[in-house]
């Protein structure tokens, strides 16, 4: 692989400093140094120049390439067999070297994907080629592509569907699809399925002459509500899936998920994209693992959206995203015992900017035992 366009000193010196373990059960401390440390990732070795106007959503410093300068790594425990690997942590800001929304919970070998944002069949493959923790080619076998759970049904969160649905179709007979999400998400379903029915028809009445199983998906919509103390809404061998309410700017409907994992009682919770709200507290409550989105306030007046002053942005974004203030109050509510950002919005000048910037702040905050994801992690 080919680094950054670093000098050689400064990279020795970081992995002395920082060494990636890949294994075992390590401290907070340990995986916070793990995050911060500059790693082999090589398709960031891209040609960069620096934009003269760096206030639009495609040139803000957040998209910069010189700024993704850690490759995935495995922060999962030794001793616990389910894990939770991250495939995409991007936003709706187009940063090319990130993908979007997606993570899959992993136990007995078998995946459960959780949001389906956009380079979803490539974010897949990606993880596949940089995280050996694991045998991911046969967790991702093509029949084993069947649940999504959606937490909302905002674009940047569903726009991998169609991926989801037809590319393991084109590749063999893949597993019928069965896609969990709020009120719409039938409707959804059934529209991709039309849109596309053009592949499907021509790999199951063309030449190839494919059956049909498996071209298609369901979307199952958790009707009609559920309560703050949640709602089971799925179970099989390996887990147990439920939904609670939360909190996402004007969406009526928008869930987290609690998987509590029957191999070794892992509990994962999905808090998608939100302020604070009392379901995820409930969907957090005790669970080893709470993966949720994080946006600065203190750099926010530099976001590219949600007003001209900072006033409107805090009103507008803040309805939407969590502050760290607010994420706090989750953490102190909730008991989790880790958190791990996902879908992070950080925003600053070029001078100033630095990947760990909005986890810094929630460290700040006072939040204990929080981490910084990247596409590829393992927990």
Request: aromatic content about 12%; proline content about 7%.
């Amino acid at each position: 692989m080919k680094r950054l366009n670093y000098s050689s000193a400064f990279c020795v010196l970081l992995f002395l400093v920082f060494p990636i373990i890949t294994h075992g059960q390590d401290t907070w401390k340990e995986n916070l140094e793990k995050g911060a440390a500059t790693t082999e990732k090589n398709h960031l070795n891209v040609p960069f120049v620096k934009p003269d106007n760096w206030k639009t959503p495609y040139t803000t410093p957040g998209n910069w390439p010189i700024f993704e300068n850690r490759g995935p790594i495995d922060r999962s425990p030794k001793n616990k067999t389910s894990k939770v690997l991250v495939m995409g942590t991007g936003d709706p800001t187009p940063n090319p070297y990130r993908y979007g929304p997606s993570m899959a919970v992993i136990v007995n070998g078998y995946p459960y994907f959780v949001d389906c944002g956009e380079g979803w069949w490539r974010a897949l493959t990606h993880a596949v080629l940089t995280q050996d923790a694991i045998d991911l080619p046969t967790v991702f076998s093509l029949p084993n592509l069947k649940y999504m759970f959606l937490t909302h049904l905002h674009e940047d969160h569903t726009v991998g569907l169609p991926s989801f649905i037809s590319n393991p179709y084109k590749f063999g007979k893949g597993g019928d699809k069965k896609v969990f999400g709020p009120e719409g998400i039938d409707e959804m379903i059934r529209h991709i399925n039309a849109a596309w029915s053009l592949d499907r028809h021509e790999m199951a009445q063309g030449s190839i002459g494919q059956a049909p199983d498996g071209s298609t998906a369901v979307g199952i919509p958790i009707w009609p509500k559920t309560e703050l103390e949640g709602r089971k809404i799925f179970e099989d061998d390996n887990v147990i899936v439920e939904a609670f309410p939360t909190k996402h700017g004007f969406l009526e409907h928008t869930y987290a998920y609690r998987f509590t994992t029957k191999t070794d009682g892992r509990i994962f919770a999905f808090g998608g994209d939100g302020t604070y709200s009392p379901g995820l507290v409930s969907a957090a409550k005790g669970a080893d693992i709470l993966f949720v989105e994080g946006i600065t306030r203190k750099n926010i007046n530099f976001a590219t959206w949600g007003g001209d002053t900072e006033k409107e942005k805090v009103e507008v974004i803040g309805a939407y995203h969590m502050f760290p203030d607010r994420l706090k109050k989750v953490y102190d509510e909730s008991g989790v015992k880790k958190i791990v950002m996902v879908h992070v919005q950080n925003y600053n000048s070029p001078e100033n900017f630095d990947r760990l910037d909005v986890l810094n702040e929630m460290i700040e905050e006072g939040i204990k035992n929080i981490l910084l994801a990247q596409d590829g992690d393992l927990y």
